[in-house]
């Protein structure tokens, strides 16, 4: 294998920060070349460095965040369909390395090295990619300041746990949404709590895994939601049921969502940026990625 052609990004600050050294040295055994993140935007550079540098593998070892900013980085090289990616959890919730079958720093690792490769779809808000979701509402700053016991617990529904709890007086989104479904146009206006869009995940079944291979994103409107005293648990089980009054479903190829000249905060896989209007759609079947044994991309 050409030297180099095995690069590895490691955030040693993530999750309770006790992986670095083993992830380091087993990684290192498999021949990839480990660079650590010391500063914010490190994870970018790096992997737009390996995307750069035309990096035949790529394995990142951190949170869904980190995986998130190797991801970016790895797209502004133009590098991100020519690439493997595979994901060693290090973080606290690690959903994608969840939904990917990959359950704990020693087997990721392995996985990483001879792991069966499936290639799997990629979001894109805006130019920006996300594997797992892209968030608004409630707000979705609010995923940042989410509880690791809550993040462990409901992952990309912590967000909405959080700042349920911390805004109470959050008067929902003016949205108009446009999506392009998989049996049709759908529109939808007015208030709304919260907008989901994921592509690892989805948020109006039991289960939350969704199907990163079927070309659609897993879209759920919200539009009205208790407030006050709220059950964590009770939160969660409202926004994953089928039958929910108030939650509009969708499976999209694309959709785009005005704030109707408000600007809307967005969270995509914990990167939040702000947006008057952003369109959002499924780049099929582009990402390599290193899967565990226990990987089903039907799993529902």
């Given amino acids: ?30 021949g990839f070349d480990v660079s650590r993140t010391e500063d914010p935007g490190d994870a970018l550079e790096l992997g ?39 994901v060693v959890p290090a973080g606290t919730a690690n959903l994608l390395a969840g939904t990917i ?37 409630l707000p979705a700053d609010a995923s940042l300041a989410a509880s690791g016991d809550l993040k462990a617990r409901f992952g990309t529904l ?25 049996d049709g146009p ?8 919260c907008l989901l869009v994921g592509n ?16 659609l994103l897993d879209v759920a409107i919200v539009e009205r939601m208790p407030t006050g005293n709220l059950v964590t648990e009770a939160i969660g089980h409202r926004l994953l049921a ?10 999209a190829t694309e959709l785009s969502v005005d704030g109707h000249g408000e600007a809307v905060a967005f969270s995509r896989d914990g990167e939040v940026a702000d947006h008057e209007r952003l369109d959002i759609h499924i780049r099929e079947r582009t990402l390599d990625l290193r899967v565990g044994p226990g990987y089903d991309p039907g799993s529902r």
């Fill in 1 to 30: 294998m050409q030297v180099g052609s095995r690069r590895a990004v490691l955030n040693p600050t993530s999750g309770d920060g006790n992986h670095a050294k083993l992830v380091e040295r087993l990684l290192s055994a498999r």
């Fill in 48 to 86: 737009r460095a390996a995307g750069k540098a035309g990096a035949a593998e790529v394995a990142v070892a951190g949170g869904d965040g980190t995986v998130n900013e190797v991801v970016r980085g790895l797209s502004r090289a133009d590098h991100l369909d020519t690439v493997t990616l595979s």
């Fill in 101 to 137: 079958g990959v359950t704990d720093p020693q087997q990721a690792v392995e996985v990483a090295d001879i792991g069966e490769i499936r290639t799997v779809d990629v979001g894109l808000a805006g130019e920006e990619p996300f594997l797992v979701s892209c968030i608004a509402g």
């Fill in 158 to 182: 912590a967000f909405l746990l959080t700042g349920a709890q911390e805004a109470i007086e959050f008067d929902g989104l003016d949205l108009t949404v446009e999506a392009v479904g998989e």
């Fill in 186 to 193: 759908v529109t939808w206006s007015g208030s709304a709590t």
């Fill in 200 to 215: 690892a995940r989805k948020f109006v079944e039991r289960g939350g895994q969704a199907d990163m291979e079927d070309g």
């Fill in 242 to 251: 089928t039958d929910t009054e108030g939650v509009t479903h969708v499976r």
